[in-house]
């Protein structure tokens, strides 16, 4: 009998399996109490459950193993096996296509949006990651964006001159710069302390963000402006993935579609739980503007749409402005 039969039958006569337990790695960069962090966590329990403990699923949250750019390179090379970056994340890595998603205003809720996320646009933007050795598996929701500095943001002339935080999105380098501010791209983990020594005045996140990064405690001002959507698509090692058993694969795939279920579902009542958290701290002033200060503000942002227009694909925003009925030109 060779050695690994004589070990196989040893195993299972104490009722082990030969196959080693498959595990991954799930990395992100934010709090376990956040929508992404809650459902990389049922993930996980799903994962464990349907694949009856073939699969564990370790969730490393709040860039505990890798920051925002060093987590992409970590999934392409192996080092993890499954991230959630935000959308806004995926044009250092050559799919710009994605910076659509962070367009000022073009989603005017989250029906709108899931034309998108759930439909052949969604589909065909995922797709363009396989090249890149990345499989998409879904989209996951958080929310539409507040601003927030330590000075009221009620009109674009409150933006000029300050420093914002941005994630790595040129959309979004755009988006300050329409109104005059002055766009700073930095990870993710680095922003409570950016907005604290005042290395940034300012920044843009959902809810849920905004309260436990705790950046509450270092910006005095956040007006609900709901300008932009930040969400996530849910991806794996493409080779890592291919590498399963066909049957572990439908297992980790139903999994992850209950996930993403359960995701879209909590993803509105933490930003507005979270939002609940910043009034009852008492640190920051929250202001709602008005229809017409929203329309302002929209309006000095709508040219991003034309300059970015060659960056995310004429094709890619002609079929979200058809699919939404979004059209800047009316502005
Ligand atoms: C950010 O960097 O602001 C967000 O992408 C963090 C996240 O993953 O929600």
Same mark, same amino acid.
Request: no cysteine; proline share 4%.
């Given at each position: ?10 195993? +299972? ?20 109490? $956040?929508?992404? &962090? ?27 193993? *890798? ?19 935000? +959308?806004?994340? #995926?044009?250092?890595? &050559? ?19 899931? @034309? ?5 646009? &969604? ?40 420093? #914002?935080?941005?994630?790595?999105? @040129? ?20 922003? *409570? ?18 309260? $436990? ?14 300008? &932009?959507?930040?969400? *996530?698509?849910?991806?794996?090692? @493409?080779? #890592? ?18 996930? $993403? ?22 640190? $920051? ?5 008005? @229809? ?40």
């Amino acid at each position: 009998m060779k050695l690994k039969a004589i070990l196989a039958a040893a195993l +299972l006569a104490v009722g082990l399996s030969v196959n080693a337990q498959t595990i991954i790695k799930f990395s992100h960069v934010v709090a376990a109490d $956040t929508p992404k &962090g809650k459902a990389s966590e049922f993930f996980a329990k799903k994962a464990a459950e349907l694949t009856k403990g073939k699969v564990k699923v370790e969730v490393y949250a709040n860039s505990a193993l *890798y920051k925002d750019k060093e987590e992409m390179e970590a999934l392409q090379m192996g080092s993890v096996q499954m991230l959630a970056p935000s +959308l806004a994340k #995926f044009g250092p890595l &050559g799919v710009k296509e994605f910076e659509a998603f962070d367009l000022p205003f073009i989603f005017d809720d989250t029906a709108d949006l899931h @034309k998108i996320t759930q439909g052949p646009v &969604g589909a065909a933007l995922m797709a363009k990651l396989e090249p890149r050795g990345i499989k998409g598996l879904a989209y996951w929701d958080n929310g539409f964006k507040s601003f927030s500095a330590n000075v009221p943001l009620k009109s674009p002339a409150d933006f000029k001159g300050k420093k #914002f935080r941005i994630q790595s999105s @040129k959309v979004l380098e755009e988006q300050i710069r329409s109104v005059g501010g002055i766009p700073q791209v930095l990870a993710f983990s680095e922003v *409570y302390q950016a907005l604290q020594t005042g290395v940034v005045d300012g920044t843009e996140n959902p809810n849920s963000n905004f309260f $436990t990064q705790k950046m509450h405690e270092v910006q005095k001002h956040m007006t609900i402006t709901n300008h &932009g959507y930040l969400g *996530y698509a849910v991806i794996v090692n @493409k080779k #890592f993935w291919d590498s399963l058993p066909a049957d572990v694969r439908g297992q980790l795939e139903e999994a992850m579609k209950e996930s $993403t279920v359960y995701a879209n579902k909590i993803a509105q009542e933490e930003n507005d739980k979270a939002l609940e958290g910043v009034k009852a701290s008492g640190k $920051t002033t929250i202001y709602t503007p008005t @229809k017409d200060e929203r329309l302002t503000l929209k309006k000095a942002m709508a040219p991003v749409h034309t300059k970015m227009a060659d960056r995310v694909g004429k094709e890619t925003l002609q079929q979200i402005y058809t699919a939404t009925g979004f059209d800047p030109s009316k502005l």
